[in-house]
Protein backbone atom coordinates (compact mmCIF):
# COMPACT_ATOMS: atom_id res chain seq x y z
CA UNK A 1 0.00 0.00 0.00
CA UNK A 2 1.41 3.37 -0.68
CA UNK A 3 0.07 6.87 0.00
CA UNK A 4 0.47 10.11 -1.87
CA UNK A 5 -0.21 13.48 -0.02
CA UNK A 6 0.23 16.78 -2.15
CA UNK A 7 -1.40 19.88 -2.06
CA UNK A 8 0.50 21.94 0.68
CA UNK A 9 1.97 24.97 0.17
CA UNK A 10 2.04 28.80 1.20
CA UNK A 11 -1.23 30.43 2.28
CA UNK A 12 -2.14 33.41 4.53
CA UNK A 13 -3.97 33.60 8.02
CA UNK A 14 -7.64 32.83 6.74
CA UNK A 15 -6.75 31.30 3.39
CA UNK A 16 -8.04 27.89 2.70
CA UNK A 17 -5.98 24.83 1.37
CA UNK A 18 -6.99 21.36 0.37
CA UNK A 19 -4.78 18.21 0.55
CA UNK A 20 -5.37 15.06 -1.30
CA UNK A 21 -4.10 11.77 -0.17
CA UNK A 22 -3.75 9.09 -3.02
CA UNK A 23 -3.97 5.86 -1.81
CA UNK A 24 -2.43 2.63 -4.32
CA UNK A 25 -2.64 -0.74 -3.60
CA UNK A 26 -4.59 -2.59 -0.82
CA UNK A 27 -8.49 -2.51 -0.62
CA UNK A 28 -8.94 1.06 -0.17
CA UNK A 29 -12.35 0.96 0.96
CA UNK A 30 -10.96 -1.13 3.97
CA UNK A 31 -9.11 1.41 5.41
CA UNK A 32 -9.37 4.38 7.89
CA UNK A 33 -7.86 7.26 6.43
CA UNK A 34 -6.20 10.25 8.61
CA UNK A 35 -4.12 13.04 8.65
CA UNK A 36 -1.94 13.89 10.98
CA UNK A 37 0.59 16.70 11.32
CA UNK A 38 3.77 17.68 13.22
CA UNK A 39 5.15 21.12 13.70
CA UNK A 40 8.76 21.87 14.18
CA UNK A 41 9.89 20.24 17.56
CA UNK A 42 6.97 18.99 18.14
CA UNK A 43 5.10 15.74 18.07
CA UNK A 44 2.87 13.85 15.90
CA UNK A 45 -0.75 15.15 15.83
CA UNK A 46 -3.89 14.07 15.04
CA UNK A 47 -5.65 16.29 12.98
CA UNK A 48 -8.84 13.65 11.08
CA UNK A 49 -9.78 10.70 10.63
CA UNK A 50 -12.49 8.96 8.02
CA UNK A 51 -13.40 5.42 8.29
CA UNK A 52 -13.70 2.24 6.26
CA UNK A 53 -16.84 1.93 4.85
CA UNK A 54 -17.16 -1.05 7.19
CA UNK A 55 -17.15 1.98 10.12
CA UNK A 56 -19.64 3.98 8.89
CA UNK A 57 -17.48 6.34 6.84
CA UNK A 58 -18.13 9.13 9.42
CA UNK A 59 -14.96 11.23 10.09
CA UNK A 60 -13.53 12.70 13.66
CA UNK A 61 -11.63 15.85 14.02
CA UNK A 62 -8.94 16.94 16.68
CA UNK A 63 -10.62 19.74 18.38
CA UNK A 64 -8.43 22.61 17.29
CA UNK A 65 -9.81 21.90 13.51
CA UNK A 66 -12.90 20.95 13.97
CA UNK A 67 -15.69 23.67 12.02
CA UNK A 68 -12.54 24.54 10.03
CA UNK A 69 -11.19 21.39 8.11
CA UNK A 70 -12.91 18.71 6.24
CA UNK A 71 -11.64 15.22 5.32
CA UNK A 72 -13.90 13.61 2.61
CA UNK A 73 -13.08 9.88 0.30
CA UNK A 74 -13.45 9.04 -2.74
CA UNK A 75 -13.68 5.50 -3.21
CA UNK A 76 -13.76 5.06 -6.82
CA UNK A 77 -10.53 7.52 -6.95
CA UNK A 78 -8.88 5.96 -3.87
CA UNK A 79 -8.31 9.31 -2.55
CA UNK A 80 -9.04 11.06 0.86
CA UNK A 81 -9.28 14.86 0.89
CA UNK A 82 -8.41 17.21 3.73
CA UNK A 83 -10.38 20.58 2.84
CA UNK A 84 -8.54 23.40 5.43
CA UNK A 85 -10.38 26.90 5.48
CA UNK A 86 -9.38 29.94 8.20
CA UNK A 87 -6.15 28.44 8.59
CA UNK A 88 -4.23 30.19 11.24
CA UNK A 89 0.20 30.48 11.52
CA UNK A 90 -0.48 27.54 14.08
CA UNK A 91 -1.54 25.24 11.56
CA UNK A 92 1.37 25.32 9.79
CA UNK A 93 2.94 21.93 9.56
CA UNK A 94 4.22 19.00 7.58
CA UNK A 95 0.97 17.08 7.11
CA UNK A 96 0.67 13.20 6.87
CA UNK A 97 -2.29 10.82 5.46
CA UNK A 98 -1.77 7.59 7.01
CA UNK A 99 -3.81 4.26 5.97
CA UNK A 100 -4.93 1.40 8.83
CA UNK A 101 -7.07 -1.67 8.61
CA UNK A 102 -8.77 -2.63 11.59
CA UNK A 103 -8.41 0.14 13.80
CA UNK A 104 -11.06 0.57 16.10
CA UNK A 105 -12.69 3.65 17.14
CA UNK A 106 -11.14 4.46 20.43
CA UNK A 107 -7.64 4.33 18.97
CA UNK A 108 -8.13 6.56 15.76
CA UNK A 109 -6.10 9.29 17.18
CA UNK A 110 -2.87 7.17 17.59
CA UNK A 111 -0.18 7.23 14.61
CA UNK A 112 1.10 3.38 15.70
CA UNK A 113 -2.21 2.30 14.79
CA UNK A 114 -1.86 3.26 11.03
CA UNK A 115 0.30 0.91 8.96
CA UNK A 116 0.75 2.68 5.83
CA UNK A 117 2.12 6.68 6.09
CA UNK A 118 2.58 9.14 2.94
CA UNK A 119 5.33 11.22 2.96
CA UNK A 120 4.18 14.38 3.86
CA UNK A 121 3.08 17.68 2.40
CA UNK A 122 4.27 20.60 3.85
CA UNK A 123 1.20 24.01 4.89
CA UNK A 124 3.11 27.12 6.24
CA UNK A 125 0.74 29.66 7.12
CA UNK A 126 1.54 33.75 7.27
CA UNK A 127 -0.14 36.48 9.51
Known amino acids: VQLQASGGGSAQAGDSLTLSCAVS????????VGWFRQAPGKEREFVAN??????????YYADFVRGRFTISRDNAKTTVYLQMNSLKPEDAAVYYC???????????????????WGQGTQVTVSS
Open 25 to 32: GGTFSGYD
Open 98 to 116: AAGGGIILSSIRIPRQYAY
Open 50 to 59: IRRSGGGGRS
